[in-house]
T-cell receptor, first 112, second 113 residues
Framework: GQSLEQPSEVTAVEGAIVQINCTYQ??????LSWYQQHDGGAPTFLSY????GLEETGRFSSFLSRSDSYGYLLLQELQMKDSASYFC?????????????FGQGTTLQVKP | DAGITQSPRHKVTETGTPVTLRCHQT?????MYWYRQDPGHGLRLIHY???????DKGEVSDGYSVSRSKTEDFLLTLESATSSQTSVYFC????????????FGPGTRLTVL
């Protein structure tokens, strides 16, 4: 089967750094993505890693290790607006159809 | 804004009735997806389309059918709604940047009584 695991909740203070881990098991793999979702809103894309290593986009970075079936999202200089749910998602399968299998999400609470 | 709309945005229906949700895009994207989101389950893929009249099943396709007769419209049908299909339904399109980015519509909240 296919599965992803990520922590259900994380709490951090404003200005801090937080790391959200994701481990996955899939048949076939095209990449690991991260999405952010605020309460009542639609998911929005944050990052995508197809190859091992670190991708940086402003305050957010994402890392992938294909050999370990593991990735993480790193959020720096946390702001109150970063309070949201964060989902990792893998693109599985033998054809690059772009379909995604999502983790159950990590709720990040940023405190003042 | 990727130009995705969903209709209706909210719907309450009764068990056993047929329901059709519509996803409309203005970007001429080839790939479109339907997900459902439930507490504790994240987003789960129902069906997806890779072109007009080309569709395939996702993780949770039982009880759902889809159709795509035009590039811009992807319809999700619940032939006979059940209470277990109460959920928030999101449509998404795949971006063109090659990074597997998906753009999501605003969602439809469906309640089956």
């Amino acid at each position: 089967g296919q599965s992803l695991e990520q922590p259900s909740e994380v709490t951090a203070v404003e200005g801090a750094i937080v790391q959200i881990n994701c481990t996955y098991q899939t048949s076939g793999f095209y990449g690991l993505s991260w999405y952010q979702q605020h309460d009542g809103g639609a998911p929005t894309f944050l990052s995508y890693n197809a190859l091992d290593g670190l991708e940086e986009t402003g305050r957010f970075s994402s890392f992938l290790s294909r050999s370990d079936s593991y990735g993480y999202l790193l959020l720096q200089e946390l702001q109150m607006k970063d309070s949201a749910s964060y989902f990792c998602a893998v693109s599985p399968g033998s054809g690059n159809t772009g379909k995604l299998i999502f983790g159950q999400g990590t709720t990040l609470q940023v405190k003042p | 804004d990727a130009g995705i709309t969903q209709s209706p945005r909210h719907k309450v229906t009764e068990t056993g009735t047929p329901v059709t949700l519509r996803c409309h895009q203005t970007e001429n994207h080839r790939y479109m997806y339907w997900y459902r989101q439930d507490p504790g389950h994240g987003l789960r893929l129902i069906h997806y389309s890779y072109g007009v009249k080309d569709t395939d099943k996702g993780e949770v396709s039982d009880g759902y059918s889809v159709s795509r007769s035009k590039t811009e419209d992807f319809l999700l049908t619940l032939e006979s709604a059940t209470s277990s299909q109460t959920s928030v339904y999101f449509c998404a399109i795949r971006g063109l940047a090659g990074d597997n980015e998906q753009f999501f519509g605003p969602g439809t909240r469906l309640t089956v009584l």
